[in-house]
């Protein structure tokens, strides 16, 4: 089991770079693929980025070049820098971790949930 929190998030202007950080515990962070989410008001929790056990990534169409997913498992954290940043962009964000032996993108298919971090972005 490994609990997960998310921290990093704010208020800023369109164009604007943060740095989210999703801290776990737990001796087996390593073994996990762990996923970014994020959910606006009115509308389902989904996929932003991905990162497998192996560090192979994935990306949502809406943040390819503009967001970028990356682990330290040595700090048992994994990070999500984002620039560019564009009212759109505005959600609770969420980290999450899944057991399963391929990198899944479904909020569905992860175990572990953080409690969200609240990015808004100001045109």
């Known amino acids: 089991q490994v609990q997960l929190v998310e921290s990093g998030g704010g208020l800023v202007q369109a164009g604007d770079s943060l740095r989210l950080s999703c801290a776990g515990s737990?001796?087996?962070?390593?073994?996990?693929?762990m996923g970014w989410f994020r959910q606006a008001p009115g509308k389902e929790r989904a996929i932003v980025a991905a990162i497998s056990r192996g560090s192979k990534t994935y990306y949502a169409d809406s943040v390819k070049g503009r967001f970028t997913i990356s682990r330290d498992n040595a700090k048992t954290t994994v990070y999500l820098q984002m620039d560019s940043l564009s009212p759109e962009d505005t959600a609770v964000y969420y980290c999450a971790a899944d057991s399963h032996s391929s990198l899944l993108v479904s909020p569905r298919e992860y175990d572990y949930w953080g409690q969200g971090t609240q990015v808004t972005v100001s045109s």
């Open positions: 737990g001796r087996t962070f390593s073994s996990y693929h």
